[in-house]
């Protein structure tokens, strides 16, 4: 059955995405004002199929934690391709940090630019921590809430990564405090994997941590995770 599900969702998700991919056409050209808009229903619509066609429920906790306006800083957990649609749901006026080469995907790609996410070339050494900075300032001035993946890629269920200073200079530049999120998406929409499984998909939002000192604040990260995963292990 599960097999089946997900042969039955990747085709109509990846249906959905051409013919919006081609819809954006019109939204490029003539109303660039509504990329993000746009981004939100394309996000919306396939996590509708991932719910209602792989049988997800998905379990929210913690969105007191969330601004309902102004700039913020999320720092959140990275294990599948769910963790980059939930937040257009969850936010007024999410900002992605994300790779670079993603600006250059045909359709997709310009589109990202034109909803003011923020692309970072991590290949670019100093200079990309500077970009990074460069584009948080912009994000910040434009009242956008900030996702950032500090393990710098996706991660399996469980596993446990390095992260990336990144957060913490954001935050220090800015004086933001950092919102960790702890998920179990992996369990459901794994890394690369075309079977995706029924079950409860938890999103732990936590309250803020920081500002700090880089190492103070990346363990601060780390363990308000870990006390966020207890929320679907006990």
Request: proline share 7%; charged share 15%.
């Amino acid at each position: 059955m599960a097999v089946l599900r997900s042969v039955m969702f990747n085709v109509v998700a990846f249906v959905l995405t051409g013919v919006m991919g081609v819809g954006a056409l019109p939204i490029r050209w003539f109303m660039p004002g509504r990329a993000l808009a746009y981004a939100r229903l394309w996000s919306r619509l396939v996590l509708w199929l991932f719910r209602s066609i792989c049988g997800v429920r998905v379990c929210v906790s913690g969105l007191e934690y969330l601004p309902k306006s102004g700039p913020a800083l999320i720092a959140s957990q990275h294990q599948s391709a769910f963790d980059t649609l939930v937040w257009m749901l969850l936010l007024p006026r999410p900002c992605y940090v994300m790779k670079g080469e993603l600006t250059r995907i045909p359709l997709l790609g310009p589109m990202l630019v034109l909803t003011g996410m923020m692309p970072v070339e991590r290949a670019a050494g100093a200079r990309a921590m500077r970009l990074l900075l460069a584009g948080t300032d912009k994000a910040v001035a434009d009242n956008r809430q900030i996702v950032i993946f500090p393990e710098g890629t996706r991660t399996l269920p469980g596993e446990q990564v390095a992260l990336k200073p990144g957060i913490a200079a954001m935050s220090s530049h800015t004086g933001l405090p950092v919102i960790p999120v702890a998920t179990n998406s992996g369990l459901f929409w794994g890394r690369n994997a075309f079977v995706k499984r029924s079950g409860v998909l938890h999103v732990c939002i936590g309250p803020a941590v920081g500002p700090a000192k880089r190492l103070v604040l990346l363990e601060e990260i780390e363990k308000s995770w870990r006390a966020l995963e207890q929320d679907w292990v006990q």
